[in-house]
């Protein structure tokens, strides 16, 4: 490039980054002036951190359960129009009923049959706690108001209790039972709080805050009015005893409710955190908390019951997945180490045959008869000789036991007839002949 021309062009870029950053001042005031100067309705992101803040002694602020903000995408492409049909503003009604009409546009309301949950609306009469409406074609019937004057206010809120806040999710009506007072009249010039959750009973935490401001200015362009007294608003919650501040409207979830009942107050501060004397700006509920609740948002809330299984409390056509049969696991089987041992020889014992032992004949022990030696007078004439008798030896009967037979016959043993010699020389001696 010639060098007569690098003057020219850097004077050029400079005079149009002049130009450029007046454009974005300009964008940016147009887009500010066009926010107006009050929030009539404001979506605050749905950001949360991890860890868990310490906002005071007892209570911390946590991050909303895994569940809802699943649910919560479902839920992000509307944009609910609210509208009270009747009854109508600053009518005078002649009844101590009043019939309620009330109109959503842009959000399907209903209520899962199983789950008892889905999109509804909160209908708030005077600063009384809300009455959830989950069928827009039910009548609804107002009963036993006293005279005067009373206020509706409602707005569209997601199956977990949590008010839309887009611009027309809340509309809000002053009726007159036979006559108008000054009760229950909010001023239409000065910032409305709404408390809405918590409310009732609860069986599991955290537990939502949540309220609705209408009338508030930005904090970004409230800023650019010093002489408004509400320009650095504050809401304080006391639960307890407890205090602590918000400078944000969004929904908060709270730790550390203790079992039973608590009691809380919200109210809507200015910039030198005194209440904004308003009706309905300063609110006071009790709340149970039990837990181990057994309904659909103390379980969602535990995380015992998952998304996909309760998604039809945000969307009305879902239908759930079929329950997928999860397989058995099949143990894994560790391979034993069987020691082998060599195989044995199964020895069959041969039967035996059964001896039966044969008895022994009983053989009696007959005393040997001693041969009676009788005294033989002595003869002169032929002296006998002495004999001396031999005893013979009896035999021995030999038995031996037979294999063959269970029972053997006893055979009789034939014995020798025993002797008696005594007797055969008795016989055998001659008579001894007297001598004369």
């Given amino acids: 490039m010639n060098p007569w021309c690098h003057q020219p062009l850097a004077r050029f870029i400079s005079g149009s980054l002049a130009i450029f950053r007046w454009l974005i001042t300009l964008v940016l005031v147009l887009v500010l002036v066009s926010c107006g100067e009050k929030v009539v309705s404001q979506e605050v992101s749905f950001s949360h951190s991890e860890k868990p803040e310490q906002i005071s002694q007892q209570f911390a602020e946590v991050s909303p359960p895994v569940v809802l903000q699943e649910l ?23 009844d101590s009923t ?8 842009d ?85 409305l709080l709404t408390y809405s ?127 997928v049969a999860e397989p058995t696991p099949t143990p894994t089987q560790i391979p034993e180490v069987i020691e082998t041992t060599p195989p044995q020889l199964e020895v069959t014992p041969t039967p035996q045959p059964e001896l039966t032992p044969t008895p022994e004949p009983e053989v009696t022990a007959t005393p040997e008869p001693q041969p009676e030696v009788t005294a033989t007078p002595e003869a002169t004439e032929s002296p006998i000789p002495e004999v001396t008798p031999t005893a013979t030896p009896e035999p021995q009967v030999e038995v031996t036991p037979t294999t063959q037979a269970t029972e053997s016959s006893e055979k009789p043993v034939n014995q020798r007839k025993k002797v008696n010699l005594g007797d055969y020389f008795k016989k055998r001696s001659p008579k001894a002949t007297p001598t004369e």
């Fill in 197 to 323: 959750r918590p409310q009732a009973s609860y069986g599991a935490e955290p537990i939502l805050l949540d309220f609705y401001l209408t009338n508030a200015p930005l904090h970004l362009t409230s800023k650019d009015n010093p002489n408004s007294n509400v320009s650095d608003w504050r809401i304080r919650c006391t639960i307890n005893g407890e205090s602590f501040i918000f400078d944000r409207w969004q929904a908060v979830y709270l730790k550390g409710f203790k079992t039973g009942n608590n009691w809380l107050k919200l109210e809507f501060l200015d910039n030198q955190g005194n209440p904004v004397k308003n009706a309905f700006n300063t609110t006071v509920r009790v709340i149970n908390y039990q837990p181990k609740g057994k309904d659909t948002l103390s379980r969602i809330v535990r995380g015992e019951l998952t998304d996909d299984q309760v998604r039809g409390i945000v969307e009305p056509n879902y239908t759930p997945p079929p329950p």
């Fill in 72 to 94: 919560r995408s479902s839920l992000e492409a509307y944009r609910p129009q609210v509208t009270i049909v009747t009854p109508q503003p600053d009518e005078v009604i002649s």
């Fill in 107 to 191: 959000l399907p309301i209903f209520q899962h049959p199983e789950w008892e949950l889905g999109p509804h609306l909160h209908l708030f009469v005077d600063n009384q706690a809300y009455i959830p409406i989950y069928n827009l074609n039910q009548p609804l019937v107002l009963s036993d108001l006293s005279p005067g004057t009373h206020t509706l206010r409602v707005f569209a809120s997601r199956p977990w209790h949590e008010s839309f806040k887009n611009e027309g999710a809340y509309a809000q009506t002053t009726f007159h039972l036979f006559t108008k007072t000054d009760d229950n009249q909010p001023d239409p010039h000065l910032p």
């Fill in 98 to 105: 009043v019939s309620v009409k009330l109109q959503v546009k």
